[in-house]
């Protein structure tokens, strides 16, 4: 066994992981710097790993980084390692090794916790079945790649963010894909009734079954141990060859409460505590990505965002603070963006307009397109832009900066609308370019 | 960094920065085939207009990148050396992020074929970009700034 020391340890080698590696060295310190993972891979885009299953994105697309990432910042890779015992006495770790190899301790100064999230999976008989799978690691979805040519019905359970990507992917490739959900409408989080609706629709157009207000109460195999069907609240039975099961993630703490780093209450969604600086409640112990809280732009409390930019830019400034730099992650909120069957949707913030006094909401619904903007006291507070999304980043821009768009509020959902619009002060300001992260 | 900026007070919104951009991103770089037999690309500079104001605005290559913080590809990065914002087009996936997270407007869709996000890429190739090469009023100009 090995003993190292280095003088950051950063555990994910994802968004989060990465970005913190990218700030380290932004703000240019030379010190040394382990990254772990017990996924055996080179850095890879997450988000993209249903786009393999479709197969408009091919192994060498889904490097998040060059191959030369770890050597040219001067990173010492432990790829296939598991980080536990936690232990802030010592300020140490042990790597277990994920399929062989030897195990090593590191010792740190500073340490990043970017270990992300895991899937939430129902306790439900038949999930072990052959042929049901979560969505979230490279490795699962190169299994379901493996199978295409053994299914021909396909299941998807949930049809949040993962979900719907993963039901997208296989209608390119399966005969019959259904997306079960158990809300009233798919993507519900980040949309509203009209945007979803818009959706599902391109879903349907799609070939895609959208099974809406149910769930799935059973899961069947065959003999040989493989999943044969599943039977719907209703009664009804669905015959499928690959269940993947999507009802979201959970963050993955286990290394934090290992160490006795706080987390927040399980009603508040169980994440690693976190200050806008990244810090956890440990000296020298930051944390962020889907396994942390995050503070929301938009409400301006601490909350789970598990998305992509969030962990990324979460990681950059926690590398910049263990650095020594002092920032502040105020770049986050409930923001997505997507595209099904060429059905483009953006949405940020509340995409319900809240029943409490000073919010109102405007729409713009013109034939395949639609806009909705909600407002508190004119400061943009959430917005949803389906089927056109030119765009809609200044609105995210100004609901960052909480501009009033008193003034501008009729030109918001024009065609034209675009950054002349602004006040003279707000226009020159967001015609420059962004020098500070904050 | 190489950036251009746009003089409000001659620019008249004539648009040509548009055209010639859109003609140096098509395949034949032919202002007639661009426009006659090609599917012209979208513009990657926006001429906006509000009564005698106008001007055109692309990418400023932010010092602090959000679109490229955002993208969830890892298809936009910054050049270390240039600190020019540049897109790898190859990875660009097509999910708008950037264009969500763009607070000037400035990255837009191209569904021309593979959905691809675009933006301006400062004309690799050319001394000058195109759009400020051929803006009739020299609307446009060029400053070195640090970053
Ligand atoms: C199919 C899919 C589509 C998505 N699409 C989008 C999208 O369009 N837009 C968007 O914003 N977000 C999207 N997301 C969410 C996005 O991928 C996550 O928010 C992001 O990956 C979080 O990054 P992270 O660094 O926090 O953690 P993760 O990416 O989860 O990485 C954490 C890493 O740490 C490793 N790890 C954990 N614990 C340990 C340990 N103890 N020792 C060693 N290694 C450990 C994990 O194995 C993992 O490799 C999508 C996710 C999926 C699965």
Redesign the pocket.
């Known amino acids: 066994m090995a003993t190292k020391k280095f003088d950051y340890l950063i555990?994910?080698?994802?968004?989060?992981?990465i970005g913190c590696v990218e700030g380290i060295r932004r703000a240019g310190q030379k010190g040394s710097i382990a990254v772990?993972?017990?996924?055996d891979c080179h850095t890879y885009a997450?988000?993209l790993?249903?786009h393999l299953i479709e197969g408009d994105v091919e192994m060498k697309g889904m490097d998040f980084r060059p191959r030369n990432f770890y050597g040219s910042f001067g990173v010492e890779p432990f790829l296939g390692?598991?980080?536990?015992g936690l232990d802030l006495e010592k300020r140490s770790v042990r790597l277990r090794p994920t399929n062989g190899g030897t195990r090593h301790t590191l010792r740190f100064d500073r340490l990043l916790i970017?270990?992300?999230?895991k899937p939430f999976i129902p306790p439900m008989a038949g999930l072990d079945l052959d042929g049901v799978t979560p969505?979230?690691t490279l490795k699962q979805s190169l299994d379901v790649r493996g199978r295409l040519g053994r299914v021909r019905r396909a299941v998807v359970l949930g049809a949040g963010?993962?979900g719907t990507?993963?039901a997208e992917a296989l209608a390119h490739r399966v005969e019959s894909v259904s997306m079960v959900e158990l809300a009233d409408r798919i993507l519900s989080p980040v949309t509203d009734p009209v945007s979803s609706a818009m959706a599902t629709e391109s879903f349907r157009n799609n070939g895609v079954e959208v099974l809406l207000n149910t769930t799935i109460e059973e899961v069947r195999g065959d003999a040989r141990g493989r999943v044969k069907e599943v039977k719907l609240k209703d009664g009804s039975v669905l015959p499928c060859d690959l269940l993947v099961i999507a009802i979201g993630v959970r963050p993955?703490t286990?290394?934090a409460e290992e160490g006795g780093v706080a987390l927040v209450s399980m009603k508040l969604g169980g994440g690693i505590e976190v200050d806008v600086k990244m810090r956890t409640s440990a000296e020298g112990v930051y944390a962020?990505?889907?396994?942390a809280h995050a503070h929301d732009f938009v409400t301006g409390g601490m909350r789970l965002l598990?998305?992509?930019?969030n962990?990324y830019i979460g990681?950059r400034i926690a590398g910049l603070n263990m650095a020594g730099a002092e920032h502040s992650h105020r770049w986050a909120t409930n923001m997505?963006?997507?595209d099904f069957f060429g059905f483009p949707m953006v949405s940020a913030g509340f995409t319900l307009k809240p029943e409490k006094k000073g919010y109102e909401e405007i729409v713009r619904h013109e034939g395949g397109q639609y806009a909705k903007i909600v407002l508190k006291d004119d400061v943009i507070q959430g917005l949803i832009m389906a089927g056109h999304v030119d765009r809609a980043g200044i609105y995210l821009g100004l609901m960052r900066e909480k501009v009033k768009t008193t003034s501008f509020k009729e030109q918001l959902l024009t065609d034209e609308f675009a950054v002349v619009h602004l006040p003279a002060e707000v226009k020159e300001r967001i015609k420059q370019p962004i020098t500070e992260i904050e | 960094m190489k950036r251009i900026y746009a003089k409000e007070d001659v620019c008249i919104g004539c648009h040509l920065c548009e055209i010639h951009c859109q003609v140096e991103h098509s395949s034949s770089r032919n202002i007639i085939k661009t426009f006659k037999t090609e599917q012209p690309p979208p513009p990657r500079i926006m001429v906006q207009e509000e009564g005698p104001v106008s001007f055109a605005l692309q990418c400023r290559h932010c010092p602090e990148p959000y679109c490229a913080y955002a993208c969830?590809a890892g298809a936009i990065y910054q050049d270390q050396a240039t600190g020019e914002v540049i897109q790898d087009r190859e990875k660009c996936i097509g999910?708008w992020?950037c264009v969500l997270s763009c607070t000037k407007g400035a990255i837009r869709p191209d569904v021309r074929g593979p959905r691809k996000a675009a933006k301006c890429d400062l004309c690799p190739g050319r001394e000058v970009p195109a759009c400020v090469e051929m803006c009739p009023n020299d609307a446009l100009y060029i400053l070195e700034e640090d970053p």
């Open positions: 555990v994910g080698n994802s968004a989060g992981g772990v993972s017990d996924e997450r988000p790993i249903t390692y598991r980080a536990e970017a270990t992300g999230g969505m979230i963010l993962i990507k993963t993955r286990e290394l962020c990505g889907d396994c598990p998305l992509w930019p962990a990681g997505n963006s997507v | 969830i999910c992020t």
